[in-house]
């Protein structure tokens, strides 16, 4: 309800996309006729309705944006990419996710659709066969067929790992197109060659790796904190030692790495080894364990999707904007908090709002808070908008971490987990 409050004041429709996730969104079967991607296939449909009926709302079909966050950001890359979605929007907001990063789209969704269509007792072969098996399956069948991979867990389904989740999108050409062929980098630059999309606005958040990293208590805000989350007490703990592990054992295996493990590793502990602190010394490693979690996860992918567009596409419109306003102290440790905004945040949300209304319109946010939005043109100075209880541009965070990310995405890291 506040996304349509903040826009709908500034003559901007906001329409809700509902979807399937899950088994029921992304199973994928990949022998024969495939089947996968109905979540994308719910959201182009959504797109296809939007743009016949938006009119009737006094909405126009040739000025729409898609904007989606973290999977949903993962959603909107696709559709950049699809070109039976493209048609369908002019602009795109990608807030926190990318296709290239490594938990978007893994081969293991077809490995662990198989298990459950195998605790459901649907085998067979013929895609049509067993999409039949399927749609007879009880919903409560299906849950406890999915349920017999968690060993009886209550956590939701995810590993442990940079392939996180179980259901992901897949790179297939029944959504993506024909004429498919090579490594999923070499389908991507195609895809993004031949995009219409005419401008991007990428949002990114400070210590985003924080996700994963901070145990507050609390089962929501900590979801995904399960296996490498520390309390606020136990960070200072957190050592050297506990951080070349967490390299060895989740960032950098022979499934993310293959063949060029030692050389990944190698420019990742030379990187975020040899980091200097500002302050906070006592809980160092505990920051560079978020800084690494919030790169791996969600910066490097992202920039390095900008890096490339900038030599396929030069003539897209790329913006970024770094999320970096502090949050009160106690929010993350309670489930539930009343809807209330104070000045300083109403002032924030206006900034941002503002500048996102014009991208909205104009596919270009002008300026945000009086400050120029600039566009990303160079890979060696990456410029961004800061957005904070101050709005001002910046062109170094993201410098470093793009050269590195280069490097190890060009060394193949995740090629052996694509889908």
């Given at each position: 309800?506040?996304?349509?409050?903040?826009?709908?004041?500034?003559?901007?429709?906001?329409?809700?996309?509902?979807?399937?996730?899950?088994?029921?969104?992304?199973?994928?079967?990949?022998?024969?006729?495939?089947?996968?991607?109905?979540?994308?296939?719910?959201?182009?449909?959504?797109?296809?309705?939007?743009?016949?009926?938006?009119?009737?709302?006094?909405?126009?079909?040739?000025?729409?944006?898609?904007?989606?966050?973290?999977?949903?950001?993962?959603?909107?890359?696709?559709?950049?990419?699809?070109?039976?979605?493209?048609?369908?929007?002019?602009?795109?907001?990608?807030?926190?996710?990318?296709?290239y990063n490594l938990w978007s789209?893994?081969?293991?969704?077809?490995?662990?659709?198989?298990?459950?269509?195998?605790?459901?007792?649907?085998?067979?072969?013929?895609?049509?066969?067993?999409?039949?098996?399927?749609?007879?399956?009880?919903?409560?069948?299906?849950?406890?067929?999915?349920?017999?991979?968690?060993?009886?867990?209550?956590?939701?389904?995810?590993?442990s790992g940079m392939d996180l989740?179980?259901?992901?999108?897949?790179?297939?050409?029944?959504?993506?197109?024909?004429?498919?062929?090579?490594?999923?980098?070499?389908?991507?630059?195609?895809?993004?060659?031949?995009?219409?999309?005419?401008?991007?606005?990428?949002?990114?958040?400070?210590?985003?790796?924080?996700?994963?990293?901070?145990?507050?208590?609390?089962?929501?805000?900590?979801?995904?904190?399960?296996?490498?989350?520390?309390?606020?007490?136990?960070?200072?703990?957190?050592?050297?030692?506990?951080?070349?592990?967490?390299?060895?054992?989740?960032?950098?295996?022979?499934?993310?790495?293959?063949?060029?493990?030692?050389?990944?590793?190698?420019?990742?502990?030379?990187?975020?080894?040899?980091?200097?602190?500002?302050?906070?010394?006592?809980?160092?490693?505990?920051?560079?364990?978020?800084?690494?979690?919030?790169?791996?996860?969600?910066?490097?992918?992202?920039?390095?999707?900008?890096?490339?567009?900038?030599?396929?596409?030069?003539?897209?419109?790329?913006?970024?904007?770094?999320?970096?306003?502090?949050?009160?102290?106690c929010v993350p440790y309670f489930?539930?908090?009343?809807?209330?905004?104070?000045?300083?945040?109403?002032?924030?949300?206006?900034?941002?709002?503002?500048?996102?209304?014009?991208?909205?319109?104009?596919?270009?946010?002008?300026?945000?808070?009086?400050?120029?939005?600039?566009?990303?043109?160079?890979?060696?100075?990456?410029?961004?908008?800061?957005?904070?209880?101050?709005?001002?541009?910046?062109?170094?965070?993201?410098?470093?971490?793009?050269?590195?990310?280069?490097?190890?995405?060009?060394?193949?890291?995740?090629?052996?987990?694509?889908?």
């Amino acid at each position: 309800m506040q996304l349509a409050e903040h826009f709908n004041s500034r003559g901007i429709i906001v329409v809700i996309v509902q979807y399937r996730l899950g088994f029921w969104g992304f199973f994928s079967h990949d022998d024969g006729e495939k089947i996968g991607n109905l979540g994308l296939y719910d959201q182009r449909m959504a797109l296809k309705f939007v743009n016949k009926y938006i009119h009737h709302f006094n909405g126009d079909p040739e000025r729409v944006t898609l904007w989606g966050n973290s999977a949903g950001s993962v959603s909107v890359h696709a559709h950049t990419l699809a070109p039976k979605s493209q048609s369908y929007f002019q602009y795109a907001i990608q807030s926190s996710g990318s296709l290239y990063n490594l938990w978007s789209h893994t081969k293991n969704t077809y490995t662990v659709s198989k298990e459950v269509a195998r605790n459901l007792k649907c085998t067979q072969t013929d895609s049509a066969e067993l999409k039949k098996c399927l749609k007879d399956a009880p919903i409560f069948k299906i849950q406890y067929a999915i349920n017999e991979l968690t060993n009886g867990s209550t956590r939701a389904p995810m590993r442990s790992g940079m392939d996180l989740f179980w259901w992901t999108p897949v790179m297939d050409e029944e959504f993506f197109g024909d004429n498919l062929e090579g490594t999923t980098n070499e389908k991507i630059e195609k895809l993004t060659r031949d995009s219409k999309v005419k401008s991007v606005m990428y949002g990114l958040t400070k210590g985003e790796g924080l996700l994963f990293t901070l145990q507050t208590g609390n089962p929501v805000s900590s979801v995904f904190a399960t296996e490498l989350g520390r309390t606020v007490k136990q960070q200072d703990s957190y050592t050297e030692e506990n951080f070349k592990n967490h390299l060895d054992s989740f960032v950098v295996t022979q499934e993310t790495a293959g063949a060029n493990l030692t050389i990944i590793k190698n420019m990742l502990q030379g990187f975020y080894l040899n980091k200097t602190e500002a302050d906070g010394t006592e809980t160092k490693w505990y920051r560079r364990l978020t800084d690494i979690q919030t790169d791996s996860q969600f910066a490097g992918g992202v920039i390095q999707e900008i890096s490339d567009k900038l030599i396929w596409r030069p003539e897209i419109n790329n913006y970024i904007y770094m999320f970096n306003y502090y949050l009160t102290d106690c929010v993350p440790y309670f489930p539930y908090f009343k809807n209330q905004t104070n000045s300083v945040e109403r002032d924030f949300i206006n900034k941002l709002v503002d500048a996102m209304a014009k991208f909205v319109k104009h596919g270009d946010p002008a300026q945000a808070a009086g400050v120029a939005w600039p566009k990303v043109t160079s890979t060696t100075k990456i410029e961004y908008l800061m957005v904070g209880k101050k709005v001002e541009t910046g062109s170094s965070y993201y410098n470093n971490i793009a050269a590195l990310w280069k490097n190890i995405y060009a060394s193949g890291y995740g090629k052996n987990m694509d889908s």
